[in-house]
């Protein structure tokens, strides 16, 4: 049978398989578009199944906000080639996109879906892993980063005792460099009093085992224990580490500075760390 080669060349850019494939097709389906459309579909799913053990290391963190909400979503993939392609940015941009549109607050299968589309025709493994959204009251103000390489996301979401506050500049300028802070020192807790009980008493006993080989009282090693798991809670915790434009004061004081400065009161609601391949 005779085979176009414009059709030959409409059905590879549609699909994205080579020339010979796509000719292959259209012979074995004597020129039905839509049924060699749908074997090409086939054989790139079935590329990806054999693919879904590899490892997807690579990939984009995207954000899409407003003054009243945000989403926050990780896409990977599992080579660097891929992450940077086009057509895998488009598909970043078009899930964000959608997501913010619907409201959505978890993955869904018609954002599933879209990923899915695109590994078929590039047969490599990918997915959409994560997806958070969040929201603001009246009295509240969401900021966000991206890093350049966009493999970490940040999204803070501040609280005013007057939603006048967030007119100030320089609240408005704090709130990101919240975001840049956040993406900088990971910390994994907003303060201690976020801190699960377990992971207390798990880094208790660790200090405890550090310290109990010392010739000291019993009280000082308390002490020491509890400097140790202090200081550690200042290292992991968001509102007690050294600000990153100012390491002498802490971001809790830090905040509280600009707000006084502005007239009022800030605090912290929310924060979102999204690093590419972190839990």
Do not use: W
């Not at 490599?124 to 994560?130: G, I, K, P, V, Y």
Request: glycine share 6%.
């Amino acid at each position: 049978m005779d085979i176009k080669a414009s059709d030959v060349k409409t059905l590879r850019e549609k699909t994205g398989a080579g020339m010979m494939e796509c000719k292959n097709a259209l012979v074995a389906t004597k020129g039905d578009f839509a049924e060699a459309e749908k074997i090409l579909k086939e054989k790139g799913l079935a590329a990806v199944e054999k693919r879904v053990g590899r490892a997807t290391t690579e990939g984009l963190i995207l954000v899409k906000a407003d003054k009243d909400r945000a989403v926050i979503a990780e896409i990977t993939c599992e080579t660097d080639f891929v992450s940077k392609n086009v057509d895998f940015i488009a598909l970043g941009e078009k899930v964000i996109e959608t997501a913010f549109e619907k409201k959505y607050t978890e993955i869904t299968s018609d954002l599933s879906e879209m990923v899915l589309e695109l590994a078929t025709k590039v047969r490599e493994n990918m997915s959409l892993t994560r997806l958070e959204a969040v929201t603001a009251g009246d009295d509240e103000y969401i900021s966000y980063y991206i890093h350049s390489d966009k493999k970490t996301g940040a999204l803070v979401v501040l609280k005013a005792d007057k939603a006048s506050l967030f007119d100030n500049k320089d609240v408005q300028g704090f709130a990101y460099d919240c975001c840049l802070h956040l993406a900088a020192f990971t910390p994994r807790f907003k303060d201690a009093a976020c801190v699960e009980q377990k992971y207390i008493e798990e880094q208790t006993e660790i200090f405890t085992k550090q310290v109990e080989e010392l010739d000291k009282p019993e009280a000082v090693k308390t002490g020491i224990i509890t400097g140790k798991l202090k200081k550690h809670l200042a290292e992991i915790c968001f509102l007690e580490q050294p600000f990153v434009k100012d390491d002498k004061m802490t971001v809790a004081k830090k905040m509280e500075a600009v707000g006084k400065a502005a007239g009022g009161t800030l605090t912290l609601s929310k924060m979102v760390l999204f690093q590419l391949g972190a839990e």
